[in-house]
């Protein structure tokens, strides 16, 4: 996803966080401090365990995707990472479940491990009111019932019948399994996300004209859910004339590179003038280094062209998305970044080819225009 940053890896998923996050931890932070916690306290014990409690949250989102990621790959798909932001978080599949049964338990994995985590800190509160005393529960309380509350919504909201909903995926699967297509299946989902949004959005309308600001949030959400399930139906559209197709279909293996010990001004000279290239991967003894893009030219005067080398201005290769020959072209299509002109193709460490943006959307749109002629050609 675009505007994320990258925080590691965890069983072997790597774990990304979207700049939308922030506001997130912040306005979690700020509501619990203002809201929830004791006005006795001082604003600085406020704020700190309310960010405690706002970085406990996270971590309950995080496992709550973790659990998808995790039962995705048991059952034979491969994820690619995993994304928080605004919403909760997403992940990343390099395909979509081939079975209706494997779609409906990656679904529910989710607002399971929600439920489970509501029960665990209430489990903890009650331990903690065994063996702390009164004043150390003043503490604890609020967190601990803090955490059960927010699992249980973030469960309950996620089983909502509108995808990209868990609910919305759980109906899907359904539909899915009662012998629809899998197209026909995401449609009627995607329209439920589209009901659930308008819903929200109406609940959002009635609460400001209550006087309660809590509306304002609705409409975020509402807002944001109507743009995913639109979203959805856009996505389906477009893995529907990429069905079946991998990337070494469509990849280039005759590409030019760059090496980390080549001067910009010879870069210039060689390789975007000559052949009007954007960007180029940085490769050395056909590894993956990095990647330059004109734009990375910004970061040095012209005149200091001649002494600077790519390696000191690239884009480091931890931070440039790339992709393996098998996998599908809808897994590409969500790795392409807005400012990605390309994926390099990797095999066994090595860069065996690039697959260009303009390659996908030629290629997308020729059969989108054979899809018009048969259904014209159906018509007649």
């Not at 009662?178 to 995401?186: C, E, F, N, Y």
């Not at 690239?314 to 931070?319: F, G, K, N, T, Y």
Request: hydrophobic share 50%; glycine share 10%; proline share 4%.
């Amino acid at each position: 996803m675009p505007g994320s940053l990258r925080l590691g890896r965890l069983f072997g998923i790597e774990i990304r966080v979207h700049f939308s996050w922030a506001l997130i931890f912040l306005l979690v932070t700020l509501s619990l401090a203002q809201g929830v916690l004791p006005a006795s306290w001082s604003d600085t014990k406020q704020l700190v365990v309310a960010a405690i409690a706002a970085l406990l949250f996270f971590i309950c989102v995080l496992l709550h995707e973790l659990a998808h990621s995790l039962v995705a790959r048991r059952l034979g798909m491969r994820v690619s990472s995993i994304t928080l932001f605004l919403l909760g978080g997403v992940s990343n599949l390099t395909e979509e479940p081939k079975r209706a049964s494997a779609e409906f338990f990656m679904a529910v994995a989710g607002p399971l491990t929600s439920f489970v985590l509501a029960g665990l800190a209430y489990g903890v509160h009650q331990l903690a009111a065994r063996v702390l005393d009164a004043g150390a529960m003043t503490t604890v309380t609020p967190v601990t019932d803090y955490l059960t509350t927010i699992n249980i919504g973030v469960a309950l909201f996620n089983l909502v019948p509108g995808y990209p909903l868990d609910g919305g995926r759980v109906l899907r699967s359904i539909i899915w399994g009662l012998g629809r297509d899998r197209s026909a299946a995401t449609r009627i989902a995607s329209r439920g996300g589209e009901v659930v949004a308008v819903l929200l959005g109406l609940i959002g309308g009635l609460l400001l004209l209550t006087g309660d600001a809590v509306g304002l949030w609705y409409f975020v959400i509402a807002y944001f859910l109507f743009g995913m399930a639109r979203g959805s139906l856009e996505q389906e559209r477009v893995e529907g004339l990429a069905k079946g197709i991998r990337v070494r279909q469509l990849m280039s293996t005759d590409f030019r590179s760059t090496s980390p010990e080549t001067t910009l001004d010879v870069f210039i000279r060689d390789l975007v003038l000559p052949f009007n290239l954007r960007a180029v991967p940085v490769l050395s003894q056909g590894r993956l280094q990095g990647a330059l893009t004109i734009g990375d030219l910004h970061k040095v005067v012209a005149s200091g062209w001649s002494s600077t080398r790519v390696g000191q201005v690239m884009i480091p290769a931890r931070e440039v998305h790339s992709i393996a020959p098998d996998d599908l072209l809808v897994s590409a299509l969500e790795r392409l970044g807005p400012s990605d002109t390309f994926l390099p193709v990797i095999e066994a460490g090595a860069v065996i080819g690039v697959l260009e943006r303009d390659a996908v959307t030629g290629y997308l749109r020729t059969r989108e225009m054979l899809e018009a002629v048969r259904r014209s050609n159906r018509a007649a």
